[in-house]
């Protein structure tokens, strides 16, 4: 396959926009890391569960987690949570968005950018999500994603540019004895075509290295393990009961 310049050029010129990147501001100038909230309950560390990263033969990079249960609450409340994380909620008598209290230090801002098809902010809405992994700004990421796919077995969040996948993150859940089983997959890179060499062997170590992959794998496992302590009260005390 022969690459032109123009196309080089062209690539890297989009290359902010094409996967979630510390490498730019993006189209929305970039948000500032925010104060730390109130911690709801403690963040389990990534050693307690079991994770994976590796470079598959195609140049893109997997990583993996196996998540702790996550007590106390079940597949229909997580996906009860995703549909509803554009929210606010109080905690000691001050209100803030849920998101900012999911993760305490790294996530800065959620919004809605398109409502799926049928007017929800379920399954085929789009959202804008920026966040800064280990609350470093080398780590910071500004990004729309679709959620493809959500309901009570999980949620994929798919982020496409250049005609192609260029990032998919799943997360899937399963009912288990105390709580609930969670799993997640996150596959950044192209899978195939013209440009695929280029963009997983030059774009892809500049915009989501290595070492960005290993803080977003502690960063998921603090998020999902903070779920305990938000969502049980939360759910049980949702006007839509």
């Known amino acids: ?51 994976s990263a590796s470079l598959l033969p195609s140049g893109q990079l997997l990583l993996t987690i196996e998540h702790d249960v996550i007590r106390g609450v079940t597949p229909s409340m997580l996906r009860w949570w995703f549909e509803n994380l554009g929210r606010t909620m109080t905690y000691r008598g001050t209100v803030y968005p849920r998101y900012l209290l999911w993760h305490p230090r790294d996530h800065i801002h959620f919004e809605l950018a398109t409502l799926s098809p049928n007017g929800t902010t379920g399954q085929g809405a789009r959202f804008r999500i920026v966040e800064a992994f280990g609350a470093n700004p080398d780590f910071h990421v500004d990004s729309i994603v679709l959620f493809e796919k959500l309901d009570d077995e999980g949620i994929s969040l798919v982020r496409r540019e250049f005609g192609r996948e260029l990032f998919r993150l799943e997360h899937r859940f399963a009912s288990v004895l105390g709580g609930t089983s969670y799993r997640s997959r996150l596959l950044a ?3 195939s075509g013209r440009l695929a060499g280029l963009i997983n062997s030059v774009i892809l170590p500049r915009v ?12 998921n496992v603090e998020e999902v393990s903070m779920l305990e302590h938000i969502l049980p009260a939360l759910y049980a005390a949702r006007s839509d009961a």
């Open 1 to 51: 396959m022969h690459v032109t310049r123009r196309q080089c050029n062209a690539v890297l010129a989009a290359a902010g926009s094409a996967l979630p990147s510390h490498a730019q501001a993006g189209a929305f100038g970039r948000l500032p890391l925010l104060p730390e909230r109130p911690h709801l309950g403690p963040m389990k560390s990534a050693s307690s569960a079991t994770t």
């Open 189 to 191: 890179g192209a899978s």
């Open 208 to 219: 989501f290295s290595n070492t960005m992959g290993t803080a977003w794998l502690t960063h």
